[in-house]
């Protein structure tokens, strides 16, 4: 076995390699570029070597540094996580020239797979199942063009190297074509070295669902069930879960069959992950075959028990699997969800900053659930513009899929980050999402279910009255704070009985506490034959970012945010604005003047921090609704900005090239 190895990464996945490294006893060496030199993965590593500036081109995928980092180490072997140089075969080739081993398959697996077009040509030979379209390079957008025409609309355009949802776009008029071209070509170039597209069928009703493989250096393949990835946007992975509802025990075996003779052709050892689409009928097709760890990994080594990272490390020091097919038990029901830096209010744009608060729920496992949360950040850090803008993955395991999401449900609502947007709120109103709880899935079910963008759960009048309620416990609890301070005159005046409760700034509700005791608050709301009790009890303390007690009767967790004199509680997803104040004090707040915002409407807004691509209109140009304006890199991701209506362009304030912040102007009209 290794003594030392090095992980050619960052972030979650350092730090989740790291935890399995240490258990088994093996010392850990990380690498970090100037954006990282207080990560969290840098800290927890037994070493750490700077490698270059943030740009990962210039650090995490420069070959040599990370090789000269194992020379100067004496790490033994390379764990590459997933991305940056996880799936190059010129890396494993110059690790292996240096003697160094790599924690992954063999060059000959890496190079056949992933390269989509050759693999969908392997695939088709070891007659696993292929989506329809062409396997081969498209030259030009002539040659798209015909091809695209002779399989029908709406297409893929895919790049051959990387994934991700990098390079991908769907396109579903020939209009539409020369520009998912253009940004699919960007991207693939900007995040793999490779521009190469292909184009195939795009499946509608589609489902991602992936098989877990695992070989070893000895001719054993076996796969460990399925993922189902279908909750995605933009291509990318939001929630994940094993098993998939929508198998039966003929298609799971199937499609693992097939995900194994694909494996055992390329001679498959370590880790790896076989994805099909499936359609509504129960019909899969190959999609690609990813040579390393998925970001989704956890889900599978809870239902199954096993550590994938150190089976991945076993294999690459030459032993042989000791699991057998029969081995692999599926128990219980697990649930992965991606916390990203992104704001979901505003069409999901990326955000970045500092980690003001972060606070997640705490690792358990009682009562046969399971929480977990890989991580590779921590209060106070930064999130990057130059990386991937997950924050964190939150997983739990239970018996049952209706078990797990409840679970997942109350960890999300204990879940607090501050500072930067984040899609927390989005991930709760998922779980409680009646389509997705009972299982309809489809790599549509965003686009289907937030057509008009995510604007928060509903706040069902039940909501409102526990909320209100819980805001007024708060806001005793701040007054009694304040009555112990030190200094103060004598003759501390009693807690007022009567308030009025202001929701959102528009639903005014008068509340009368009628009972209060030291961590119990009783409170009648509204007047007369509509007026509701609701009882609360918590421990909850001014200042602490989750409250937590019991209300109405039923234990729950709120995430709460002091804004000047109002609270701003989250819980399952919706969220509210609350003000607690005397009655008169109420009544005088309805008279202040409200400042409008500034009219933006002859503007067109950076609407995240990125560094602009391109300008494709000039001053004085008649611009259509719809059409191109400039082009903004965030996070690895190419954003078309288009125009909202028809216009004349005035002044252009930005050039390619700027890196500019949130809201920066980029050109206006007249």
């Known amino acids: 076995m290794f003594k030392k190895i090095l992980i050619a990464n960052r972030g979650e996945i350092a730090c989740r390699v790291i935890k399995t490294a240490r258990r088994m006893g093996i010392k850990t060496v990380a690498v970090y570029s100037e954006a990282d030199a207080a990560a969290l993965h840098v800290d927890m590593a037994d070493e750490a070597v700077f490698i270059g500036p943030p740009p990962s081109a210039q650090s995490y995928l420069v070959i040599e540094r990370i090789v000269e980092a194992c020379k100067k180490t004496g790490a033994e072997a390379v764990h590459p996580g997933y991305g940056f140089l996880s799936e190059r075969e010129a890396f494993a080739d110059a690790l292996a020239a240096n003697g160094i081993a790599f924690i992954g398959p063999n060059k000959h697996a890496i ?75 960007n991207e693939a170039k900007a995040s793999f070295g490779d521009d190469r597209l292909f184009i195939e069928k795009y499946v509608t ?112 020091a030459g032993e042989k699997l000791s699991i057998r097919q029969e081995d692999v038990k599926l128990k219980g029901w697990a649930l992965e969800s991606r916390s990203y830096a992104e704001d979901p209010y505003r069409n999901f744009l990326p955000s970045t900053g500092r980690l003001v608060r972060y606070r997640p729920p705490a690792e358990t496992t009682a009562n046969g659930k399971t929480i977990r949360n890989d991580t590779g950040v921590f209060e106070g850090g930064e999130i990057s513009i130059y990386y991937d803008p997950m924050i964190a993955k939150l997983c739990t395991h239970a018996a049952t899929r209706e078990q797990a999401t409840d679970l997942m449900a109350d960890a999300l609502d204990q879940f607090h980050i501050d500072g930067i947007r984040h899609n927390i709120a989005f991930l709760q109103a998922v779980m409680m999402h009646p389509r997705f709880r009972s299982g309809r899935l489809s790599t549509n079910f965003i686009a289907e279910e937030f057509k008009g963008g995510f604007e928060g759960a509903d706040l069902t009048p039940e909501l409102k009255d526990r909320m209100a309620a819980v805001a007024v416990f708060m806001h005793l609890r701040e007054e009694e704070r304040r009555r112990r301070i030190s200094g103060q005159l004598n003759g501390t005046a009693a807690t007022p009985k009567e308030w009025t409760v202001g929701i959102n700034n528009q ?80 009544a005088l707040a309805g008279h202040m003047i409200e400042k409008p915002p500034a009219d933006t409407s002859k503007q067109l807004l950076c609407p995240m921090p990125g560094l602009v691509i391109s300008i494709q209109v000039q001053v004085g140009q008649d611009v259509k609704a719809g059409e191109v304006l400039a082009v903004v890199e965030a996070m690895k991701m190419e954003n078309v900005l288009r125009a909202e209506r028809d216009g004349v362009v005035k002044r252009i304030a930005a050039k390619p090239g700027d890196s500019l912040p949130v809201d920066a102007v980029i050109l206006e009209f007249e």
């Open 507 to 586: 639903d005014s509700v008068p509340v009368r506490t009628m009972t209060e005791g030291k961590d119990v608050v009783a409170v009648r709301l509204g007047e007369g034959k509509f007026s509701r009790m609701v009882e609360v009890e918590s421990y909850w303390k001014p200042g602490e970012p989750v409250f937590v007690g019991e209300v109405a009767g039923e234990a729950l967790a709120m995430q709460v945010t002091r804004k000047s004199d109002q609270y701003r509680l989250m819980h399952r997803g919706a969220t509210a604005t609350i003000s607690v104040r005397r009655p008169r004090v109420a």
């Open 111 to 185: 190079a056949a797979m992933g390269d989509k077009i050759e693999s969908k040509k392997l695939a088709a030979k070891a007659k696993v199942s292929t989506v329809p379209g062409y396997i081969g390079e498209i030259k030009d957008l002539k040659e798209a063009q015909r091809i695209a025409a002779e399989i029908g609309y709406p297409v893929m355009v895919k790049a051959s190297a990387g994934g991700g949802g990098k390079g991908l776009r769907i396109v579903f008029a020939e209009a539409e074509l020369a520009q998912a071209i253009q940004s699919s070509q």
């Open 205 to 316: 009703e589609p489902r991602h669902i992936e098989i877990q493989v695992l070989g070893d250096k000895h001719g054993s393949v076996i796969h460990l069930g399925e993922r189902e990835c279908s909750i995605q946007r933009r291509h990318q992975k939001v929630i994940e879960e094993a098993p998939s509802p929508f198998l039966d025990e003929k298609t799971r075996a199937a499609m693992g069959a097939q995900a194994v003779a694909l494996a055992k052709a390329v001679n498959y050892e370590s880790a790896g992950t076989v994805e099909f689409i499936v359609d509504k009928d129960r019909n899969f097709y190959f999609l690609e075959m990813n040579t390393r760890l998925q970001v989704e990994h956890p889900v599978t080594e809870l239902v199954t028990g096993f550590d994938l990272v150190e089976q991945m490390i076993r294999v690459a």
